[in-house]
């Protein structure tokens, strides 16, 4: 059987399979309401029902004892058939009555008065009754009483329906009530092809600036706009239904036939401006992802986690549309795996590893410092590049866990090599994230003092020039860590953003050339020119210059003449597990 979304899925507005579905404090309110009607009219038994076209189910009762049954058995089939209010005196003189099973048989119903469930679309959902084993009569007055109670329990349902189903802030039906719509299109056998698409175009961290700053009164004002451009700009038909999923993200869902699609969505709401208040508004970027499905073949769950993959990749690769791919999904799963098993890691200390990469003195030829770099031998997959699992660890606040436990482990490496009587520093790679915490160069100060060690003997390596110069807080975490002594390192200079000018409002000593500056230089003449003006404007700055990548004796003495302070590379030597350190240590200083 196919359903149209309007006959039952109509936004707003509460539907069968709502109040067929459990709720035990929805229930536990109406089972207050049929002791309030027994003891008001006076009548021993009283409940709740909901009909469909099959069956009718009490919801609440007091002191009636029938479940589901047929409604064909029903006597309250004629109250919603009658859309009017029923009383029987006497069930056994009626002949629509005489030879009903629940007459003749338990719970031997003798008097029945039934009033309909009315929602305010006019829908009649089902009845409020009273019954007696015996005969009596209701007089008008209270009928009119009965009337009046099943008002009171309509308007707890939509109350109910509203708080549940509906979002407060844009009005529009929630997540949950989408869940139950796609799960009433499923019950109902339906194999029609529907598309379910998500609209995701508000910055959510720049609107939780936004609160910060303002309160939350303009990203209310900013999600209420939306809800109400999203329909004039889209012009949703009579069978396309939209929805507020989560905060600044929307659901559509449509036949596939609409022209509705994610990527149509997606250009309509290009250029596009909310209001956020007082004559204020921001630019949205907006990006969409859909899914194509049948609800009689996947559940409602698996169709919007379906679509929400689809966003999520679109976000990702910073595209304004994707549909649904089994193989884009099953990578996406791959990592979420990967991320789960890197945390298990992290906090287990299996796995994961340092090893340690020598800074080489051009002038003096010896070891001037060490870079801890992190490795992880997973137990299935083997050994794993950084460049596989520190990506998806930036998605996370596990990189956070990550980078506290490379420090550790880095200090705990530093105390050894102190024993040894050896004092070369050694750096570690710290994201903006880490150092822009009001709270991180206290903690770092305090692990070094708890291991009695300098803080000049550990240093901070930071790529991400861009993020850093535009946060203040950034800054100011990178001056906190220098104040105290850390060294600071700007890694994998000349790629992306490198800007000289803007260097100066980091507070740097070191400045690590990247392999792709150097990499050219026992061969191209372009690249010998290069290297050696940014050397030469960098030493004028008064940075360490220190060239990464360096392989070949033609590189280092190029980079000796250009009058770079300290290499790295495989030259000199390759990333040294623990076990090989201490031996290369030992032959290098004698």
């Known amino acids: 059987m196919q359903m149209s979304i309007t006959n039952e899925l109509k936004p707003g507005c509460i539907t069968l399979q709502a109040l067929r579905n459990p709720d035990i404090c929805r229930d536990d309110v109406l089972s207050k309401f049929t002791d309030l009607v027994s003891k008001t009219l006076d009548v021993p038994s009283s409940f709740i029902s909901v009909l469909d076209d099959d069956f009718q189910y009490i919801k609440a009762a007091h002191n009636f004892n029938v479940g589901e049954t047929l409604r064909a058995d029903s006597l309250c089939q004629y109250v919603v058939e009658g859309d009017q209010p029923l009383v029987v005196p006497d069930t056994q003189l009626d002949a629509c009555f005489s030879v009903n099973p629940f007459v003749i048989g338990e719970p031997f119903v003798r008097f029945y008065a039934g009033v309909p469930l009315k929602s305010q679309e006019g829908l009649v959902l089902g009845t409020l009754c009273v019954v007696d084993s015996k005969p009596h009569t209701f007089s008008a007055e209270k009928l009119a009483t009965m009337t009046l109670l099943s008002q009171l329990v309509i308007s707890f349902l939509e109350a109910w329906h509203s708080v549940g189903f509906t979002d407060?802030?844009?009005?529009?039906?929630?997540?949950?009530?989408?869940?139950?719509?796609?799960?009433?299109?499923?019950?109902?056998?339906?194999?029609?092809?529907?598309?379910?698409?998500?609209?995701?175009?508000?910055?959510?961290?720049?609107?939780?600036?936004?609160?910060?700053?303002?309160?939350?009164?303009?990203?209310?004002?900013?999600?209420?706009?939306?809800?109400?451009?999203?329909?004039?700009?889209l012009r949703p038909g009579k069978n396309e239904l939209l929805y507020t999923v989560a905060t600044g993200r929307f659901a559509l869902l449509t036949h596939q036939e609409s022209p509705l699609c994610a990527e149509w969505v997606a250009r309509r709401m290009e250029g596009v401006r909310a209001e956020i208040g007082e004559g204020l508004s921001v630019d949205l970027a907006t990006h969409t992802g859909e899914t194509l499905?049948?609800?009689?073949?996947?559940?409602?769950?698996?169709?919007l986690r379906r679509a929400v993959s689809a966003l999520h990749e679109a976000i990702c690769r910073g595209i304004p549309c994707m549909n649904f791919s089994e193989e884009n999904d099953e990578r996406r799963t791959d990592d979420f795996t990967l991320v789960n098993d890197l945390a298990t890691a992290v906090r287990h200390n299996h796995g994961l590893y340092l090893v340690f990469q020598p800074k080489i003195c051009l002038s003096s030829g010896l070891p001037i410092g060490l870079e801890a770099l992190i490795r992880w031998r997973h137990p299935t997959r083997g050994e794993l590049s950084p460049s596989v699992f520190i990506p998806l660890a930036e998605q996370?606040?596990?990189?956070?866990?990550?980078?506290?436990?490379?420090?550790?482990?880095?200090?705990?490496r530093l105390k050894r090599l102190n024993g040894q009587g050896i004092q070369l520093p050694v750096t570690v790679n710290v994201s903006v994230r880490d150092f822009s915490q009001e709270s991180f160069a206290d903690r770092l100060e305090n692990k070094m003092i708890k291991a009695r060690l300098p803080t000049n003997l550990l240093g901070i390596e930071c790529l991400e020039t861009e993020r850093?110069?535009?946060?203040?807080?950034?800054?100011?975490?990178?001056?906190?860590?220098?104040?105290?002594?850390?060294?600071?390192?700007?890694d994998d200079f000349g790629t992306g953003y490198s800007n000289i000018s803007y260097l100066r409002k980091m507070p740097l000593d070191v400045?690590?050339?990247?392999?792709?500056?150097v990499g050219g230089l026992a061969t191209d003449t372009a690249s010998r020119i290069i290297t050696r003006s940014i050397i030469a404007m960098l030493k004028e700055l008064d940075y360490v210059v220190l060239a990464e990548g360096v392989e070949n004796i033609e590189t280092l003495e190029a980079l000796k003449e250009f009058g770079c302070d300290q290499a790295q590379g495989f030259f000199h030597s390759r990333p040294l597990p623990e076990s090989e350190l201490d031996n290369w240590l030992r032959w290098k200083l004698g």
């Open 396 to 412: 996370t606040t596990l990189l956070q866990e990550i980078t506290e436990w490379v420090i550790d482990k880095t200090i705990e």
């Open 468 to 490: 850093i110069i535009e946060s203040a807080a950034a800054i100011k975490g990178l001056e906190m860590l220098k104040l105290r002594g850390f060294g600071i390192a700007l």
């Open 293 to 303: 499905f049948s609800p009689s073949e996947i559940s409602a769950q698996e169709a």
């Open 168 to 233: 407060l802030v844009t009005g529009l039906p929630n997540r949950q009530q989408l869940i139950r719509d796609l799960q009433a299109l499923r019950n109902a056998g339906d194999n029609t092809r529907y598309r379910l698409v998500l609209i995701d175009c508000i910055d959510m961290p720049r609107a939780y600036e936004l609160a910060r700053s303002l309160g939350m009164a303009p990203v209310e004002g900013l999600l209420k706009d939306m809800a109400t451009l999203l329909p004039l700009r």
């Open 511 to 517: 400045v690590k050339l990247d392999r792709s500056i």
